[in-house]
């Protein structure tokens, strides 16, 4: 893991920017694509920086939205094609989740 925390958070942001419009990866796919860190690593990268990337597309495994931006994310989802579960609360990690290709 790179010594610098503002290095780390410069390559989660990064790739954030890259996940396409109507994809998702959680934030353990961020951390394993990166090779370094882990979710709960992601997780405060984005917490403290990630206001100025698509911050909806990095989710929960289990498909579900950033905690306390739920509805905002699904604004986002809805408007940009993202598959949602039946239900409409949570990402379809199936269908949605993005290898970073």
Same mark, same amino acid.
């Given at each position: 893991m790179p010594t610098d925390p503002d290095e780390y958070a410069e390559l989660v942001l990064e790739l954030v920017e890259r996940i396409p419009p109507g994809r998702v990866m959680s934030y353990g796919d961020v951390a394993e694509f990166?090779?370094? @860190?882990g979710p709960?690593?992601? @997780?405060?990268?984005m917490s403290m920086a990630g206001g100025g990337?698509?911050?909806w597309r990095v989710i929960r495994a289990d498909g579900?939205?950033?905690?306390g931006h739920e509805q905002r994310a699904l604004d986002h989802y809805r408007e940009e094609g993202?598959?949602?579960?039946?239900? @409409?609360?949570k990402v379809d990690m199936r269908r949605a989740r993005w290898d970073g290709a």
């Open positions: 990166l090779e370094l @860190g709960r690593q992601v @997780g405060r990268v990337v698509p911050w579900s939205p950033p905690a993202t598959p949602l579960r039946p239900e @409409g609360t």
